[in-house]
Structure formats: C-alpha cells, structure tokens
C-alpha cells in the first residue's frame, strides 16, 4: 500500500488479458471488443438484462449490451461490492446506479438541473430525473426500499 498526499492507495490485482485477441469476444470473460449477437444471447447478458430489469431477447440493442459490458466488466473485476465507490454523470435514468448500490457500492449520481435540462430537451426526453425519487423510481430494483441507495445532485 502506498501513501499519496494523505490518501491510501491500494493497487488492484486485475487477471493479465493479452492485449490481443483471437476468440469470439464473450461477456463472461469480457476485453475491449465489440457487441455481438452471441453476446446478446448469452447467459450473462441474459443476467444483466434481468438485474437492470431491461427487455432482452428479441431485442439486439448496442445499449443493452453496453449495459451489460459494464456490469460485467465492474463485477469480474470485483468492483461491486460494499465499500466500493462510484461516480456517474448526467446519468438520468439510467439503470447501472441502481444495480452498482444495490450490491452495497456507494454511487453519486449527477444530472443537469431541471432549467439546462428543459432547454436542451432532456427534461421532455423520458430520460431525465428531476429528482432522486425519479431516479431511485426509474431504476431501482423493485426490493429497494428507503433510504434511497444512492445520492444524487443536480450539476
């Protein structure tokens, strides 16, 4: 453990990936690589999907599986977990903050402030969230209960 300017620095051991690959890019063991059909259909998408209570099949959707990438990507890396930190903007409704502080991860969220939002158009988008209560309402698992998961503030 190192020590910078007061703060603890803790180096995270990641698994070595080659930085190229030649296998069919997959969810379950995920590297930069493009969206495919295979992936959304694999059981991990299927997984993520249900988690951000998000359609799947039929659906072949490049934001379903960025969904789903991430979420991957951050649990096989075990950075969903109580005591772990997360900051997201302009956010909306966006269903990665709900899952991320549902495994006990502590997420700011921030979006515009309602005046910004309505003049460029995303207050009447379906995809901001005024308040935390929208947010928590929009993406929450239906089990979540008060107190809100996550914190969020207008920017």
């Known amino acids: 453990m190192m ?13 070595h990936q080659p930085l190229i690959v030649n296998d069919e890019p997959s969810l379950t063991n995920p590297v930069s690589q493009m969206a495919t059909e ?6 991990a998408f299927y997984y993520w999907c249900d988690e951000t209570h998000l359609p799947h099949e039929p659906i072949f959707h490049r934001k379903l599986w960025e ?9 096989e890396t075990g950075m969903m977990s109580p005591g772990r930190r997360g900051l997201g903007f302009g956010v909306g409704k966006e269903p990665l903050v709900a899952v991320m502080a549902a495994r ?16 460029q158009g995303w ?18 698992p239906p089990h ?11 920017t």
């Open 3 to 15: 020590t910078n300017s007061g703060f603890n620095i803790e180096k995270t051991i990641i698994k």
């Open 38 to 43: 295979a992936q959304c259909r694999s059981d």
């Open 104 to 119: 006990g991860c502590d997420i700011v969220a921030t979006d515009l402030d309602i005046d910004e939002a309505t003049k």
């Open 123 to 140: 207050a009447s988008s379906g995809e901001y969230a005024a308040t935390l209560e929208a947010l928590n309402a929009a993406s929450a």
């Open 67 to 75: 969904y789903a990438y991430i979420l991957q990507c951050l649990s």
């Open 144 to 154: 979540a209960s008060p107190p809100m998961l996550f914190t969020a503030w207008q």
